[in-house]
């Protein structure tokens, strides 16, 4: 019987290698398994093309008790080279000192979080405004109703 379990703890051990597997194809894939829907925009700023892209869920509450949203910024890969920021605002920025949230990460897919209204009201504008490398400035808007997502 001693035996039996010395060989059986080493089958097992070798199974439980070979478990995650099936998994593996999940687990390198870029999209999460479980990712809500995504609500798509695609404005122009300027000279560059743009995708704003924002998951269907609401805005959640941060910290300092605002209510922020997270969106996600593409560019064309041509232009990634010839921007140096891309601001994300809800209301017209007055300077650039106010232009709003900078987006951040990866060139290809930049992230910003955007302070929102609490209570909507309907008539509110996500605004865009790109910086290039020689200081040029470039703004857009777009209606924020119906690219806040989700429900409160």
């Given at each position: 019987?001693?035996?039996?379990?010395?060989?059986?703890?080493?089958?097992?051990?070798?199974?439980?290698?070979?478990?995650?597997?099936?998994?593996?194809?999940?687990?390198?894939?870029?999209?999460?398994?479980?990712?809500?829907?995504?609500?798509?925009?695609?404005?122009?700023?300027?000279?560059?093309?743009?995708?704003l892209v924002?998951?269907?869920?609401?805005?959640?509450?941060?910290?300092?008790?605002?209510?922020?949203?997270?969106?996600?910024?593409?560019?064309?890969?041509?232009?990634?080279?010839?921007?140096?920021?891309?601001?994300?605002?809800?209301?017209?920025?007055?300077?650039?000192?106010?232009?709003g949230a900078?987006?951040?990460?990866?060139?290809?897919?930049?992230?910003?979080?955007?302070?929102?209204?609490?209570?909507?009201?309907?008539?509110?504008?996500?605004?865009?405004?790109?910086?290039?490398?020689?200081?040029?400035?470039?703004?857009?808007?777009?209606?924020?109703?119906?690219?806040?997502?989700?429900?409160?």
């Amino acid at each position: 019987m001693r035996k039996f379990w010395h060989r059986g703890k080493f089958h097992l051990s070798a199974l439980m290698m070979l478990v995650p597997l099936p998994f593996l194809p999940n687990y390198f894939s870029p999209k999460p398994i479980f990712a809500p829907p995504e609500i798509r925009r695609d404005v122009s700023a300027g000279p560059f093309p743009i995708t704003l892209v924002t998951h269907d869920e609401s805005p959640h509450r941060a910290g300092n008790g605002e209510w922020m949203k997270e969106y996600h910024v593409h560019l064309r890969p041509a232009d990634i080279d010839k921007v140096r920021g891309v601001f994300l605002r809800v209301g017209k920025p007055r300077n650039l000192r106010a232009a709003g949230a900078l987006s951040f990460g990866n060139p290809y897919e930049r992230e910003a979080e955007v302070a929102v209204p609490a209570e909507p009201a309907g008539t509110e504008e996500l605004w865009v405004t790109v910086e290039d490398w020689s200081g040029r400035i470039h703004q857009t808007s777009t209606p924020l109703a119906g690219f806040l997502g989700g429900k409160r």
